[in-house]
T-cell receptor, first 108, second 114 residues
Framework: GNSVTQMEGPVTLSEEAFLTINCTYTATGYPSLFWYVQYPGEGLQLLLKATKADDKGSNKGFEATYRKETTSFHLEKGSVQVSDSAVYFCALGNQFYFGTGTSLTVIP | ETGVTQSPTHLIKTRGQQVTLRCSSQSGHNTVSWYQQALGQGPQFIFQYYREEENGRGNFPPRFSGLQFPNYSSELNVNALELDDSALYLC?????????????FGPGTRLTVT
């Protein structure tokens, strides 16, 4: 069946540090892959997406590449800001299987 | 363009009671999905509705049921509430015409069962 495995948190980084949050998936076919972000007290917001193998999704300095060979969709950002503090969810498309979420705290 | 809205924002119910949560989909979207998000967890898929028919269901018992109306808005009903039903319930809408399955989420309804 379909599933998503996401890096355990919480993650604490200093401002301007490099961020990687790992996500691997199991799926039948080639579904779209997504990263969603959830700020405290809010619903989920789409951060970026990729619809096929080797696609790179990007938004607000975040990037993730759909890697079919390693079944991965790792989230990266070169220089995090305090405002990036949130919970990040990797998700598999169609009927949406979510990872358990990774909490990120960025300290000044 | 109006986004996904949900009501109520919060509610408190007693074990054994029934609850109805409501969702208005984003303009132009014909598919609505419901998710349960327990504290500190990722959202879990409950079911999806397309053109007023259930179109897939996650691992939830029959006391979780839903409806979709001709204007594509939707309801989630939960009977015989249990303490473990306490969670944030998220509604998401999408368009079957979109190629990427992208879903747009509402702010959620926080349900507390005591």
């Amino acid at each position: 069946g379909n599933s998503v495995t996401q890096m355990e948190g919480p993650v604490t980084l200093s401002e301007e540090a490099f961020l990687t949050i790992n996500c691997t998936y199991t799926a039948t076919g080639y579904p779209s892959l997504f990263w969603y972000v959830q700020y405290p007290g809010e619903g989920l917001q789409l951060l970026l997406k990729a619809t096929k193998a080797d696609d790179k999704g990007s938004n607000k300095g975040f990037e993730a590449t759909y890697r079919k060979e390693t079944t991965s969709f790792h989230l990266e950002k070169g220089s995090v800001q305090v405002s990036d503090s949130a919970v990040y969810f990797c998700a598999l498309g169609n009927q949406f299987y979510f990872g358990t979420g990774t909490s990120l705290t960025v300290i000044p | 363009e109006t986004g996904v809205t949900q009501s109520p924002t919060h509610l408190i119910k007693t074990r054994g009671q029934q609850v109805t949560l409501r969702c208005s989909s984003q303009s132009g979207h014909n598919t609505v999905s419901w998710y349960q998000q327990a504290l500190g967890q990722g959202p879990q898929f409950i079911f999806q509705y397309y053109r007023e028919e259930e179109n897939g269901r996650g691992n939830f018992p029959p006391r979780f049921s839903g409806l979709q109306f001709p204007n594509y808005s939707s309801e989630l009903n939960v009977n015989a509430l249990e303490l473990d039903d306490s969670a944030l319930y998220l509604c998401a809408s999408s368009s079957r015409l979109a190629s990427s399955d992208e879903q747009y989420f509402g702010p959620g309804t926080r349900l507390t069962v005591t």
